[in-house]
């Protein structure tokens, strides 16, 4: 029932403790998922954290969305779904056996990765620093909105976290790319990285309403932005 | 997911999707709408979500398996959140003094 | 099998080529990829971190025999009981059967020649010695004195102790459950043998993938847990700190949401192994094979609905306490399920009594104690009275010591043939389990009754009225740490002098059985085709009748 395969006919990365190529592909990705799965359990304490002071705190931490940067905030979410669609073209493109195209849009996919973490630390988290807005250094206000500032830092660091590990294997994979490693028959390290840069995706998706948008940002007699 | 190629197309079309989602998201925040802003914020990040997950990350052509694995995990969050909340959020829930309650101290009198 | 044939004929020599034998030097083993050798590094780190927690406990109990303390200050006291938990659950019971006997026993007990990802069961290895080298650091240097449980403020705020290095190494330790148990479930879904269904598993498996849903789902969550507690120790920004707002509550949602589960992690995979030690000593199918796979099942889903028990009296909202409470009854029903099931396969089979036997049969008395004094804690109105008592204290080491721990010497002495080849002396064996037996029960049984009395635990002092009690507790731990002692000499004994093993000495079913011993390092020549049911022993004509 097993296809012993001879020594030589698999395919680069077959790894011998499987009996078969698909096998292989099959379990990479059950892992691939089952890792997700911690992640998102590991971001959910952070939202537990979150939706619980939210419901103790709900001026302070509308007060405090209110002093995000919206611009920044939305147009980040727009680099990294942008980002997410240039990492499954790159897939795509492995999928169909071009070399160029996969190593174009690995690439365009790490600009724009770079591209968030640029906005965010340069733009926005410079001006919380001199804003004092950062908790744990020299932050003034409320502390009900300290709160909010602690949650929004560890959140969305943590989301940077990730982004700039999720950058470091890109480059590894383009270098890959660029040696041809993948091709129509090969393509498991980008199809599992795309499901990684993906589901961190995913948490922005969440973390953008959530921080920025969930008390509502219309205009309120007394606050600027 | 191995195997299955997806068109460029339907990848184009999730991510005008999800733009127009991202902007749409956006827009209604400056709409005040109360508590509903809340819900409206979250119905479109679900939305934008599941986009993600069918076609970006391809569970549409996955196997069951892995549909279970990621409804799991949402399960389990969502364990986590309400059984938290429902301590949370019911702290300072007063206790009705009617009916027996408000009896049984006399009767205790009486043995 | 051979033997040697030269200088020393009566030492035993295994000469066939095994995964043992297969390489040579300390980099084979530390760069190895084969289960079997990371299940022993493992063993090795595993016990060496008993002895530190058992050091501990010992300190303690040598401490408690006088009411004013005999041994250390009440600060010291403090920090030992808390790196005795620390250790003995995240670093001892956390992992011990599953990275031991689940590493070494779940490739070949499915057919298979390895985990799904060799390398990275290595490298969860590393982590895990990196977090316990880390954590075995901190305590040197003082440790923490917060409990096992780093309650919130005090451990944020007030502490002045090792807190964030421990909570770091705990952190670190549980990316190495995470891993591992990804690497459990996948192979178990995807690397079976031919033939080998879900329903003709043997139990031990079900109970491993089970555990390992726990893994995944559980430890990532106390790893987030303690990240926040570092920050706010670092930062000093309050996110549980009452003064500013926080919720100390919120810090043991987020605690025990994890480390109730964890306290099935380190059942679960017990009980697999005490169904294997029940069937093969009554040489006997299991009684309702599936009822107890889907216990197991059971068991790691309600133990995520139940972890407000730990919060009864700590200020959590009584409406959710009673939610918790009657869910806590419920995650009772599955574990007593599994205790009638072992009860029922034994009625009629034929028992005979070697080492692991006398642990199986143990587990099923001592657990069933453990289980049902739970139930005191689960009621509100009772665990209002036992809460922060040494009926706690009893109730868990009933069900970790009576219970987990028995199981993994059990499991040790059915497998041990298997992995070293070598049959360790039975007598001394059977002396030992009887040792702890008693030994655990002196030191164990009159805590429940100090409990019940009302005496505090975590406590350096007690009042006079309880120094009997505390005496008797402290005699029965020294005689429970020589019954560990023996076995410690014999295993280590027998791997140079005992006997040659065979592939089966126990007559047991299970593709286990069918390899040499030790196995070569592939496991199998051939990956056998499974056509049998688990536990296919020959049905007795009284059996067939009854």
Redesign the interface.
């Not at chain 1, 920025?212 to 219309?218: D, E, M, P, T």
């Not at chain 2, 076609?55 to 391809?58: G, Q």
């Given at each position: 029932?097993?296809v012993h395969a001879v020594h030589g006919e698999h395919p680069p990365g077959f790894?011998?403790?499987?009996?078969e190529v698909?096998?292989q592909?099959?379990?990479v990705?059950?892992?691939m998922?089952?890792?997700?799965?911690?992640?998102?359990?590991?971001?959910?304490?952070?939202?537990?954290?979150y939706?619980?002071?939210r419901?103790?705190?709900p001026g302070a931490f509308d007060d405090g969305s209110h002093l995000l940067n919206?611009k920044f905030g939305?147009t980040n979410?727009?680099v990294l779904?942008?980002s997410?669609?240039t990492?499954?073209?790159a897939i795509?493109s492995a999928?169909?056996g071009k070399k160029k195209p996969q190593i174009l849009f690995l690439i365009l996919t790490m600009i724009l990765g770079a591209l968030f973490l640029f906005l965010k630390f340069n733009f926005e988290w410079r001006a919380d620093y001199h804003e004092h807005l950062i908790?744990?250094f020299g932050f003034r206000g409320d502390?009900?909105v300290?709160?909010f500032f602690?949650f929004y830092f560890?959140m969305t660091g943590l989301h940077a976290l990730h982004m700039i590990v999720g950058i470091g294997i890109l480059i590894v994979l383009t270098i890959m790319a660029a040696r041809g490693r993948f091709n129509e028959h090969y393509y498991a390290p980008l199809?599992n990285t795309?499901?990684y840069w993906?589901?961190v995706?995913?948490i922005w998706?969440?973390l953008?309403?959530?921080l920025?948008?969930?008390?509502?940002?219309?205009p309120i007699p007394g606050v600027t932005h | 997911?191995?195997g299955h190629?997806?068109p460029?197309k339907i990848?184009?079309a999730?991510?005008v999707s999800?733009?127009f989602l991202?902007?749409l998201?956006?827009a209604v925040?400056?709409?005040?709408?109360?508590k509903f802003?809340?819900v409206a914020?979250?119905a479109?990040?679900v939305a934008?979500?599941l986009l993600?997950?069918l076609?970006?990350?391809?569970v549409k052509y996955?196997?069951t398996?892995?549909k279970v694995?990621?409804v799991?995990?949402?399960v389990?969050?969502g364990i986590?959140?309400t059984l938290?909340?429902s301590d949370?959020?019911t702290r300072n829930w007063g206790v009705k003094v009617t009916g027996w309650s408000m009896i049984l101290p006399h009767l205790r009198g009486l043995f | 099998m051979s033997t040697a044939t030269t200088e020393l004929p009566e030492i035993p020599v295994e000469s066939r080529l095994n995964y043992l034998n297969a390489n040579y030097g300390i980099k084979s083993w530390l760069l190895t990829t084969d289960h079997k050798r990371i299940a022993l590094l493992y063993l090795v780190s595993i016990t060496l971190m008993f002895i530190v927690g058992g050091v501990a406990a010992t300190m303690m109990r040598i401490h408690l025999i006088e009411p004013q303390g005999a041994l250390v200050e009440p600060e010291t006291y403090n920090r030992l009981f808390s790196i005795h938990g620390i250790v003995m659950v995240f670093f001892f019971l956390v992992p011990s059967i599953p990275a031991t006997l689940g590493n070494f026993l779940i490739p070949m007990m499915i057919g298979?020649?390895?985990?799904?990802?060799?390398k990275l069961n290595l490298m969860s290895w590393y982590i895990y010695i990196i977090g316990a080298s880390l954590t075995l650091y901190a305590a040197i240097s003082g440790g923490v004195d917060t409990g096992w449980t780093f309650y919130t403020p005090f451990s944020s705020s007030y502490s002045h102790s090792a807190v964030i290095p421990v909570a770091l190494g705990v952190f670190i330790a549980g990316f190495s459950s995470?891993l591992t148990?990804?690497?459990f479930?996948?192979t178990i879904?995807?690397?079976r043998a031919?033939g080998m269904t879900w329903f003709r598993l043997p139990l031990f498996i079900w109970a491993m993938y089970a555990t390992s849903i726990i893994f995944?789902?559980?430890?990532?969550?106390i790893?987030?847990?303690l990240f926040?507690l570092g920050?706010e120790r670092?930062?000093?920004?309050?996110?549980f700190d009452p003064a500013?707002?926080?919720?100390p509550l919120?810090f043991q949602?987020?605690f025990w949401f994890y480390s109730h589960p964890a306290v099935y992690i380190m059942i679960l995979p017990g009980m697999g192994v005490i169904s294997e030690l029940i069937t093969a000593f009554s040489r006997k199918r299991i009684f309702g094979y599936s009822v107890v796979a889907f216990s197991s099942m059971s068991i790691a889903v309600i133990s995520f609905l139940v972890w407000g028990h730990h919060m009864f009296v700590t200020g959590q909202s009584v409406y959710a306490g009673l939610v918790f409470s009657v869910l806590s009854f419920l995650v009772a029903i599955p574990s007593a399920v599994k205790v009638f099931n072992w009860t029922a396969t034994l009625y009629k089979g034929s028992i005979s009594y070697q080492a692991p036997m006398l642990y199986a049969l143990g587990f099923i008395g001592l657990f069933t104690m453990g289980g049902l004094t739970g139930l005191f804690l689960a009621s509100l109105a009772t665990d209002v009275h036992l809460n922060g008592t040494y009926f706690v204290v009893a109730h868990f080491h009933y069900i970790m010591v009576g219970g987990a721990v028995m199981a993994y010497m059990g499991g040790l002495h059915f497998w041990w043939p298997k992995i070293t080849g070598r049959l360790y002396p039975d007598a001394w064996a059977r002396f030992s389990a009887f040792v702890i037996f008693i030994g655990f029960n002196l030191t164990f049984f009159p805590q429940f009754v100090l409990g019940y009395l009302g005496m505090p635990r975590r406590y350096a002092v007690y009042p006079p009225e309880f120094q009997v009690l505390n005496v008797m507790s402290s005699a029965g731990a020294s005689i429970l740490a020589v019954g560990y002692v023996i076995p410690l000499i014999y295993f280590i004994w027998s791997i140079r002098y005992g006997p040659l093993a065979g592939p089966n000495p126990w007559g047991a079913k299970g593709l286990e059985w069918q390899t040499p011993s030790p196995p070569p390092t592939e496991n199998f020549e051939e990956?056998p085709?499974v056509t049998e049911e688990a536990y296919n022993y020959p049905q007795l004509p009284e059996v067939a009748r009854g």
């Open positions: 029932m097993t790894a011998h403790q499987f009996e698909e096998q592909r099959e379990a990705n059950l892992g998922w089952l890792f997700l799965a911690t992640e998102i359990m590991f971001f959910g304490g952070l939202f537990m954290g939706i619980v002071y419901s103790h705190f919206i939305s979410t727009a779904i942008a997410s669609l990492m499954a073209l795509h999928q169909v908790p744990g502390p009900h300290q709160m602690c560890f199809e795309g499901l993906h589901f995706d995913i998706i969440f953008f309403p959530l920025y948008l969930a008390g509502g940002r219309y | 997911m191995s190629v997806v460029v990848y184009v999730v991510f999800l733009i991202t902007a998201t956006t925040a400056y709409v005040d709408m109360g802003n809340l914020a979250l479109i990040a934008k979500m993600v997950i076609f970006f990350m391809h996955s196997p398996l892995t694995v990621i799991a995990a949402f389990w969050l986590m959140v938290t909340l949370e959020l | 298979a020649r390895d985990v799904a990802f060799p995470i148990g990804l690497n479930i996948v879904h995807k690397m031919p995944i789902l559980g430890t990532p969550v790893a987030i847990t926040l920050l670092l930062l000093h920004v309050g996110i500013v707002g926080g919720d919120l949602h987020l990956i085709i």
